[in-house]
């Protein structure tokens, strides 16, 4: 069956860096995009960021620009997101998704196939 299973959070100072891992399988992750959400307490799940699954340009939300950046390694199934310069309004938990899409990538978690369940980022002040 499919499992995606995300680690790497915890706690950390501002200004502090973490490196978020999402292994997945039960499906061909080579052809999947794959994406970052978070969901911070008492707010609705919102995009971070995506790549192809050529691990081609995909996107971000504003707020992480040239804070956050994805990866993935389809040898291993794996997707990274690698965060510098963390803020406490980061906090959320975080969740990596797969979409199985060829053409377009997308910030829209409804059109995501599948899910992890989450992993805590708590950035201290």
């Known amino acids: 069956q499919v499992q995606m299973v995300e680690s790497g959070g915890g706690l950390v100072q501002a200004g502090g860096s973490l490196r978020l891992s999402c292994v997945a399988s039960?499906?061909?992750?080579?052809?999947?995009?794959m994406a970052w959400f978070r969901q911070a307490p008492g707010k609705e799940r919102e995009f971070v960021a995506v790549?192809?699954?050529?691990?081609?340009?995909?996107g971000y939300t504003d707020s992480i620009k040239d804070r956050f950046t994805i990866s993935r390694d389809n040898a291993k199934n794996t997707v990274y997101l690698q965060m510098n310069s963390l803020k406490p309004e980061d906090t959320a938990i975080y969740y990596c998704?797969?979409?199985?899409?060829?053409?377009?990538?997308?910030?829209?978690?409804?059109?995501?196939?599948?899910w992890g369940q989450g992993t805590q980022v708590t950035v201290s002040s």
């Open positions: 998704a797969a979409h199985r899409n060829l053409y377009t990538t997308t910030a829209e978690a409804e059109k995501y196939d599948y």
């Open positions: 790549i192809r699954w050529s691990g081609g340009r995909g």
């Open positions: 039960g499906f061909t992750f080579s052809m999947y995009n």
